[in-house]
Protein backbone atom coordinates (compact mmCIF):
# COMPACT_ATOMS: atom_id res chain seq x y z
CA UNK A 1 0.00 0.00 0.00
CA UNK A 2 1.49 3.41 -1.35
CA UNK A 3 0.52 7.05 1.13
CA UNK A 4 1.30 9.15 -1.72
CA UNK A 5 4.26 10.55 -0.02
CA UNK A 6 7.15 11.22 -2.95
CA UNK A 7 10.84 11.48 -1.97
CA UNK A 8 12.30 15.48 -2.02
CA UNK A 9 14.80 15.87 -5.04
CA UNK A 10 17.28 16.93 -2.13
CA UNK A 11 16.99 12.83 -1.02
CA UNK A 12 18.17 11.90 -4.51
CA UNK A 13 21.18 14.53 -4.29
CA UNK A 14 22.47 13.72 -0.91
CA UNK A 15 22.28 9.96 -1.95
CA UNK A 16 24.06 10.55 -5.05
CA UNK A 17 26.66 12.12 -3.06
CA UNK A 18 26.97 8.98 -0.81
CA UNK A 19 27.30 7.02 -3.61
CA UNK A 20 29.74 8.89 -5.86
CA UNK A 21 31.93 10.98 -4.23
CA UNK A 22 31.78 8.45 -0.63
CA UNK A 23 31.92 12.09 0.84
CA UNK A 24 29.46 10.95 3.34
CA UNK A 25 28.90 8.23 5.34
CA UNK A 26 25.09 8.25 6.35
CA UNK A 27 22.37 9.49 5.66
CA UNK A 28 19.33 9.75 7.81
CA UNK A 29 15.63 10.27 5.99
CA UNK A 30 12.33 11.55 7.92
CA UNK A 31 8.91 12.76 6.98
CA UNK A 32 8.25 16.43 6.83
CA UNK A 33 5.61 17.83 9.27
CA UNK A 34 3.13 17.50 6.70
CA UNK A 35 4.06 14.15 6.17
CA UNK A 36 3.46 14.60 2.56
CA UNK A 37 7.07 14.44 1.68
CA UNK A 38 10.56 12.20 2.59
CA UNK A 39 12.75 14.63 3.45
CA UNK A 40 16.88 14.54 4.56
CA UNK A 41 17.07 14.66 8.69
CA UNK A 42 20.68 14.61 8.66
CA UNK A 43 24.27 13.66 6.66
CA UNK A 44 27.60 13.11 8.28
CA UNK A 45 30.87 12.07 7.56
CA UNK A 46 31.41 9.85 10.42
CA UNK A 47 32.76 6.42 10.02
CA UNK A 48 31.17 5.81 13.66
CA UNK A 49 28.82 2.88 13.47
CA UNK A 50 27.57 3.58 17.40
CA UNK A 51 27.04 7.36 16.62
CA UNK A 52 24.89 6.82 13.71
CA UNK A 53 22.63 4.47 15.58
CA UNK A 54 22.65 7.13 18.54
CA UNK A 55 21.12 8.95 15.76
CA UNK A 56 17.52 6.48 15.43
CA UNK A 57 15.25 7.72 18.05
CA UNK A 58 13.69 5.40 21.07
CA UNK A 59 10.18 6.60 19.62
CA UNK A 60 10.18 7.72 16.38
CA UNK A 61 10.51 6.13 12.57
CA UNK A 62 13.37 7.22 10.14
CA UNK A 63 14.98 5.93 7.30
CA UNK A 64 18.58 5.75 6.54
CA UNK A 65 21.41 4.50 4.13
CA UNK A 66 24.68 3.87 5.61
CA UNK A 67 27.72 3.09 3.28
CA UNK A 68 29.03 -0.12 5.28
CA UNK A 69 32.38 -1.11 5.40
CA UNK A 70 33.87 -4.64 6.47
CA UNK A 71 37.01 -6.67 5.81
CA UNK A 72 36.72 -9.99 5.07
CA UNK A 73 38.18 -12.97 6.52
CA UNK A 74 41.05 -13.25 3.74
CA UNK A 75 41.48 -9.80 4.85
CA UNK A 76 39.69 -7.81 1.25
CA UNK A 77 38.30 -4.43 2.05
CA UNK A 78 34.17 -4.56 1.32
CA UNK A 79 31.64 -1.71 1.22
CA UNK A 80 27.78 -2.22 1.02
CA UNK A 81 25.23 0.37 1.34
CA UNK A 82 22.70 -0.22 3.39
CA UNK A 83 19.35 1.01 3.19
CA UNK A 84 17.25 1.17 7.19
CA UNK A 85 13.97 1.15 8.32
CA UNK A 86 13.60 2.39 11.11
CA UNK A 87 10.28 1.53 13.21
CA UNK A 88 10.88 1.20 16.39
CA UNK A 89 8.19 -0.59 19.04
CA UNK A 90 7.71 2.32 21.04
CA UNK A 91 6.92 4.60 17.92
CA UNK A 92 3.51 5.50 17.86
CA UNK A 93 1.41 3.19 15.98
CA UNK A 94 0.05 6.02 13.27
CA UNK A 95 3.23 6.41 12.53
CA UNK A 96 4.38 3.50 12.15
CA UNK A 97 2.28 3.05 9.37
CA UNK A 98 2.69 6.25 7.43
CA UNK A 99 6.15 5.01 7.94
CA UNK A 100 5.60 1.19 6.61
CA UNK A 101 3.40 2.75 3.40
CA UNK A 102 5.72 5.07 2.76
CA UNK A 103 9.35 3.09 2.22
CA UNK A 104 8.86 2.18 -0.86
CA UNK A 105 8.75 5.81 -2.28
CA UNK A 106 12.12 6.28 -0.75
CA UNK A 107 13.63 2.78 -1.36
CA UNK A 108 12.55 2.61 -5.50
CA UNK A 109 14.29 5.98 -5.87
CA UNK A 110 17.84 4.58 -4.19
CA UNK A 111 19.59 3.11 -6.88
CA UNK A 112 22.21 0.49 -5.95
CA UNK A 113 21.41 -0.57 -2.56
CA UNK A 114 23.14 -3.90 -1.77
CA UNK A 115 21.67 -4.96 2.10
CA UNK A 116 18.22 -3.94 3.72
CA UNK A 117 17.60 -3.68 7.53
CA UNK A 118 14.34 -3.58 9.28
CA UNK A 119 14.82 -2.58 12.67
CA UNK A 120 12.73 -2.83 15.36
CA UNK A 121 14.80 -2.70 17.88
CA UNK A 122 19.00 -2.11 18.52
CA UNK A 123 19.82 -5.91 18.02
CA UNK A 124 18.36 -5.92 14.92
CA UNK A 125 20.59 -2.91 13.53
CA UNK A 126 23.60 -3.75 15.75
CA UNK A 127 26.82 -4.04 13.93
CA UNK A 128 27.72 -7.97 14.05
CA UNK A 129 23.67 -8.16 12.41
CA UNK A 130 24.25 -6.03 9.53
CA UNK A 131 27.93 -7.43 9.39
CA UNK A 132 26.22 -10.60 9.18
CA UNK A 133 23.94 -9.40 6.83
CA UNK A 134 26.14 -7.41 4.14
CA UNK A 135 28.53 -10.82 4.19
CA UNK A 136 25.83 -12.99 2.63
CA UNK A 137 25.90 -10.70 -0.34
CA UNK A 138 29.61 -10.69 -0.83
CA UNK A 139 30.06 -14.14 -1.84
Known amino acids: MSSGVTASPECLKQFAELKMSKSLKYILFKLNNSRTEIVVDKTSESSD ?16 VYDF ?14 FFSWSPDTAPIRAK ?23 TDLTEVAYETVLDRAKRFSK
Not at 53 to 64: E, Q, T, V, Y
Not at 69 to 82: N, P
Not at 97 to 119: P, T
Open 97 to 119: MVHASSKDALRRSLDGIAVEIQG
Open 69 to 82: SYTLEDGSQRSKLC
Open 49 to 64: YEEFLSNLPADGCKWA
